[in-house]
């Protein structure tokens, strides 16, 4: 059994970088009509809720056999791929530990199921269904 974590960060899609734009924006206009407050504040909520999320979501299939799902302080979730039923590829615009519309749905348990966007998204089903072979990997036909 191969020990080692495979680390598998999240996919970004055009929308997070629309955001931090517009942040951008907001923090350069702040500055220039000289509302150093709304700024500093700005800035600082950037700094502590969405940095984090855009540079630690991120999905590690461990060695001893689990899922571990992570995005930001928000995200924290252990799943054993022993209980991985079926991945479909989804394009939902609900929320989700995933920075992209390019998205897999893992069901999990009897009705449990998170979405995810890894980069390497064939790789990254490769190794769980190398682990789990009873795992289904259902094509979309789009």
Known sequence: MDTTDQIYTSKKGFVI???LGLISIMLVSYCFH????PAILCFAATGIIILPIVFNTNYTITGTGNL???CGFFVNLTIPVADIKKIT????ILSAPALSFDRLE???NKYDSVVISP?????FIAKLQAL????EYTHNAS
């Open 68 to 70: 571990k799902v992570r």
């Open 119 to 123: 980069v390497n998204a064939d790789d």
């Open 89 to 92: 590829p989804c394009k939902t």
């Open 34 to 37: 000289k509302l150093y407050l």
């Open 106 to 108: 893992v069901f999990y």
């Open 17 to 19: 970088y629309c955001v």
């Open 132 to 135: 789990n072979p009873a795992i």
